[in-house]
Structures are given as C-alpha cells and as structure tokens.
C-alpha cells in the first residue's frame, strides 16, 4: 500500500487532456502527449482511470467501481485514486477546472547568427558561377544538395565521404516543380573556414575539419528537418534477409559503432542516425549517410581510419566520417528495396558486462520508440500508430553490449 499522503479528495474526476494518442496493448496503454512530446506506459488500473477522466463522473463512483472489481478496501482504492490523479495532473494528462498548471520546459533559445562583419563574402567571381569545384546533387532522404568550394581538399572529402548520397548522374540543379537545390558554399581565408547556405553564413571555424564535421551535422539536419511523410527514430540500422534490423538510442550510446560492425560482417547498410518508417505501409526509406565514429570507437576498427589525399597530417579530429562500403563493398547493395523493421533491439554499453538480449513486452517497445522519435511533431497521430506496429510485429529486445563480435552474433542470430 502506498505510504504517500492522501491529496485531498475532489467531487469528480478530472477531464483528460486534449489531443492525447492512446495505443492499448493487453490491458496497458502507451499515451503520447504531444502538447508536451511525452509519453507514457500506464498499468491496466491507472489507464482506467485515465479512461474515466470526462469532467463528470464522480471520484466516489470510480473508486466503489474498483473495489468491487479487485475485492479491494474502498479507502485504500480511494486513496490510491487520488495519487494517480496527482500523478495525472503533473503530467498535464488530466487536470479539474481551476488547477494550476506545472511549469513547462522552456524553450530552447534562437541561435546565435554568426558574427560575419569580418567576412565580405565569396566574391564577384564567385556570384558569376566561377567556383573552382561543384559536387553532384546529394540526396538525404528526399532533401536535395550540392556543395561548392575553391578548396581541393573540400572537393575530396565530398566525393570521398558523401559518395554514398551522390546522386547516380549529376542531379538538374532544380527538381520537378522548380524549386532550387539548396547549396552549401564552404570558403577557406587561411586556417578559417567559412559555410555558407545559399549565401547566408552559418558558422565560421578553425581548420577544414571543423568546417566538414558541421557540413555533416547540417546536411543531417535539414534532411531530418524536410521530413513530413515518414516517422524518424533516432536509431541506426542493418538490413538482414528477413528485414531490417534497427536500433534506437541516444546519442553517444553505441549505436553507430554496432551498425559498422554490423556492415562490416557483411550486412547492408540502412543509416547510423535516423531511421524513416513510412507512414502507410511500415516500410523503411534508407538514409545512407556516411558513418559518423566517435574517437572512442576508433581502436575497433584501427585499419579503417580515414584519409584525405594532400591533407598535411590526420585530417579527421573530431569525428571519422566512412563511405559505408569502406566497411564492406556490398553494404549498399539492393538499397532500394523496400524492408519492414523486423528487429529492434535498444542497445546499451558496459564495459565488461555479458552481451545479451531481453524481450521486451510491446507496450515497453512502443514507448522506447516514442522517446526515439524525432519527427512526432510534425507526422502526427500516423507516426505513434506507425510505430504501434512495429513494436506488435517486429522482435524487440533490450541489448546489452559488452563486445561487440559477441553482439554482431547475437543480432545475426535473433529472429
């Protein structure tokens, strides 16, 4: 029996927050909220009394409903009512006429436009077309770009590290219905680098590999950002006979360094960022980006470290950027065929630790890959429904990583 303290009893029940979406799997419910992008797992009994929660129904009648259900003592339903209740209206998930309302997180301020006084531009060459180097047309999940710069090293590293999104001829510089191709424009004063977009500075750094780490981190965002038709998780993602295997998780959690090893087994290669699940029909849109390492996952793979040809000394600081079929030559094969997730596996690092697997109930998928979502926002009701299936058709598993050989086979072998 709860020991917290009985809040004090209302008449009737509060009404539940508007706009809520509602996914039951065998008596529990997954609500997403998406006034505040959260969601929640509520047991049989609290998704209940959420179900209750209409502005009318008297508290008294609830509670006398429930102890006759569970052969229960009506104060101690009672008072287990009322925390729910509390619980709900912290959540902004139910709330009675008058309550106040919990803070909310505030929102994250604007960015800071760089101080671009002290750059003049590219130059009246420059605005006459004359760039020394063009790339092809990118493609990132439908979103469309080129890069342009005097540097030949800038030249290099996009044709090495983006080849992978290069479309297979050099794309029309406007796609059908006119629109023009957004174009970065990356210019080298020395040791300071600036990137521009269509003209505008983004940001200026210190040396080519700073400007290149966040040419890689905008291309990845605008393409997340241009997403409307499919629902995003945070995830990266292998593509196995039966379907694709995916694997959500936070930044700096490993997921990344599982998809290359993963690659490099032979398994083809879906993305290490954000995997796109179609809205209609739950297949995936592979996105593949160049795999993006960490310094810590370096001394796995040690013979992969990449290069640029005429950089004096290591180029890549701060993050290695691969052509994924660096890791295997057939990671890009039957790219375009389209695959259902059949495999979610939520990985975690420990070092030392027994690689394993853990299922996981639906209900418990469903809410680690509403956490995971990027784009709920913007798709809607469809993404949480999209993702629903997932977590009731596809094979889901906690994975705890200790090696990652013994992972790589424990991936292969889940089914």
Not at 33 to 48: F, V
Not at 153 to 158: G, I, Q
Not at 165 to 182: C, F, H, M, Y
Request: aromatic share 6%; proline share 10%.
């Amino acid at each position: 029996m709860p020991d917290s303290p009985t809040p004090a009893r209302a008449d009737v029940l509060p009404r539940r927050a508007p706009a809520l979406t509602v996914v039951a799997f065998d008596g529990e419910q997954v609500i997403y909220d998406p006034a505040r992008r959260e969601a929640h797992l509520l047991n049989p009994t609290a998704a209940l009394v959420l179900d209750r929660c209409d502005g009318r129904t008297p508290v008294d009648t609830l509670v006398a409903e429930l102890a006759a259900t569970y052969d229960a003592d009506p104060a101690v339903v009672g008072h287990d009512v009322e925390l729910v209740l509390a619980d709900f209206a912290g959540r902004e998930l139910a709330a009675r006429p008058g309550d106040p309302s919990p803070d909310r997180p505030t929102a994250e301020p604007a960015p800071v436009a760089p101080d671009a006084a002290a750059f003049s531009g590219p130059g009246p060459r420059h605005a006459a077309g004359g760039w020394a180097w063009e790339s092809p047309v990118l493609d990132a999940l439908g979103w469309r770009t080129k890069v342009r710069s005097d540097e030949p090293l800038v030249a290099r590293y996009v044709e090495q590290v983006f080849a992978s999104l290069a479309e297979p001829a050099a794309g029309a510089d406007a796609p059908p219905g006119g629109a023009p191709v957004p174009t970065f424009d990356v210019v080298a004063e020395g040791d300071v680098v600036h990137l521009l977009l269509d003209g505008q500075v983004l940001t200026t750094v210190d040396g080519l590999d700073a400007a290149m780490t966040y040419l890689h981190w905008q291309i990845n965002q605008l393409a997340i950002e241009s997403v409307d038709d499919h629902v995003l998780l945070h995830a990266s993602g292998v593509r196995r006979p039966d379907g694709v295997a995916v694997f959500p998780a936070e930044s700096n959690s490993g997921k990344s360094t599982l998809a290359a090893g993963l690659v490099q087994a032979g398994l083809g290669y879906v993305t290490d960022e954000a995997v796109a699940i179609e809205l209609g029909d739950g297949m995936v849109e592979p996105f593949p980006k160049p795999i993006s390492l960490d310094p810590g996952s370096w001394p796995i793979f040690p013979t992969l470290e990449p290069s640029i040809e005429g950089a004096a000394g290591r180029f890549f600081h701060h993050e290695w950027h691969l052509d994924p079929r660096t890791l295997h030559p057939g990671a890009l094969a039957d790219l375009g065929a389209r695959q259902p997730v059949t495999l979610v596996a939520f990985p975690r690092y420990e070092m030392g630790a027994e690689t394993h697997a853990e299922l996981m109930r639906p209900a418990e998928a469903l809410l680690g890959l509403l956490r995971n979502a990027f784009n709920l926002a913007t798709v809607g009701p469809p993404g949480v429904h999209a993702l629903a299936n997932v977590a009731r058709e596809a094979t889901v598993v906690r994975l705890t990583v200790g090696d990652l050989a013994e992972a790589v086979a424990l991936v292969g072998a889940l089914s």
